[in-house]
């Protein structure tokens, strides 16, 4: 492992929960971004739409199904709203670590879990980082 391997990296992607997809995707075509097709995951309770800003991208998140995990955010904030920041790291397990190590709490189970882009993450508790929920992504 290379020292640089529990350290953050790039941003993966901003995610907002939006009521309306189509009328997220409207809004952003008109500032003259790439956005794509909504895509259902099934497996994780969302529907996605991404918007390409080149050097990172925005995940527009609508819930799919019961039981999605962003259905009581978006009942919170009906308009919408930020729901996560992104980071990728080499190393999620060093990173977890680390970040343990420094204090924060992990959400849920501090074992990662295979995310909506079929790599591990983990979530860092909002409490720990100025309301902000982090999530990590070995990229
Ligand atoms: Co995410």
Do not use: W
Not at 70 to 89: D, R, S
């Amino acid at each position: 492992m290379s020292e640089s391997d529990d350290t953050l990296g790039a941003l993966n992607h901003v995610a907002i929960v939006v009521p309306d997809l189509a009328v997220a995707s409207a809004k952003y075509r008109g500032l003259g971004a790439t956005v794509s097709e909504p895509v259902g995951i099934p497996d994780h309770g969302v529907t996605t739409v991404f918007v390409d800003l080149g050097n990172t991208k925005i995940e527009l998140l609508h819930p799919l199904g019961e039981d999605s995990p962003i259905a009581n955010f978006l009942a919170k904030n009906p308009a919408g709203a930020m729901h996560h920041i992104c980071i990728e790291v080499a190393d999620i397990l060093a990173a977890r670590d680390r970040a343990v190590a420094g204090g924060a709490r992990i959400l849920g189970d501090v074992e990662p879990k295979i995310g909506a882009h079929g790599k591990p993450v983990l979530f860092l508790h909002p409490k720990d980082f100025a309301g902000t929920l982090i999530e990590l992504e070995q990229a």
